[in-house]
T-cell receptor
Framework: NAGVTQTPKFRILKIGQSMTLQCTQDMNHNYMYWYRQDPGMGLKLIYYSVGAGITDKGEVPNGYNVSRSTTEDFPLRLELAAPSQTSVYFC??????????FGPGTRLTVT | AQRVTQPEKLLSVFKGAPVELKCNYSYSGSPELFWYVQYSRQRLQLLLRHISRESIKGFTADLNKGETSFHLKKPFAQEEDSAMYYCALSGGTGGFKTIFGAGTRLFVKA
């Protein structure tokens, strides 16, 4: 199993551009999550999903959108990139509600 | 509100010395507590959880409900323990959503 994969690994965006961070898991997990990690801070939950077709906001959802059309995929969309969205983004999944399996992260810089 | 506090951003110890990474939490309900670890150039992974009461890589953590703490301990630190450690909480009124602490970077010196 590849586990949780994320693409791209790195990206530089200009202010106002849009992009989609991809996340795929091959463990048939129902729960999926997107976090951002800012320097010196813990992980902040952006959005989560409890199954295909079901998503909900986390702690810091503004400026982001998600969709969950399949069990495997949970893409995160940035519509109008802002410098405040410069961060490392982690996708995670879990079968039950507790132990989470993380992807390698995407380092995003908005200038 | 549920919160996880890791008071130390950096902890530096010598190889063979005991190590304790502190974690305090606030919650509503019955939380589950975890320690996650991120080694250099590796992804974040679960180290241990309080319900399993196990020792992983020599690390243990005891849930102290009276002090609302879940400190991570190891009697003899090894250089390969150098990593970023995150305390996390889920359950309670937050349900399955997990709250992470800011993390403590452990540096074990030779």
């Amino acid at each position: 199993n590849a586990g949780v994969t994320q693409t791209p690994k790195f990206r530089i965006l200009k202010i106002g551009q849009s992009m989609t961070l991809q996340c795929t898991q091959d463990m048939n997990h129902n729960y999926m999550y997107w976090y951002r990690q800012d320097p010196g801070m813990g992980l902040k939950l952006i959005y989560y999903s409890v199954g295909a077709g079901i998503t909900d906001k986390g702690e810091v959802p503004n400026g982001y959108n998600v969709s969950r059309s399949t069990t495997e995929d949970f893409p995160l969309r940035l519509e109008l990139a802002a410098p405040s969205q410069t961060s490392v983004y982690f996708c995670a999944s879990s079968y039950h509600s507790y132990e989470q399996y993380f992807g390698p992260g995407t380092r995003l810089t908005v200038t | 509100a549920q919160r996880v506090t890791q008071p130390e951003k950096l902890l530096s110890v010598f190889k063979g010395a005991p190590v304790e990474l502190k974690c305090n939490y606030s919650y509503s309900g019955s939380p589950e507590l975890f320690w996650y670890v991120q080694y250099s150039r590796q992804r974040l992974q679960l180290l241990l959880r309080h319900i399993s009461r196990e020792s992983i890589k020599g690390f243990t953590a005891d849930l102290n409900k009276g002090e609302t703490s879940f400190h991570l301990k190891k009697p003899f630190a090894q250089e390969e323990d150098s990593a970023m450690y995150y305390c996390a909480l889920s359950g309670g009124t937050g349900g399955f959503k997990t709250i992470f602490g800011a993390g403590t970077r452990l540096f074990v010196k030779a």
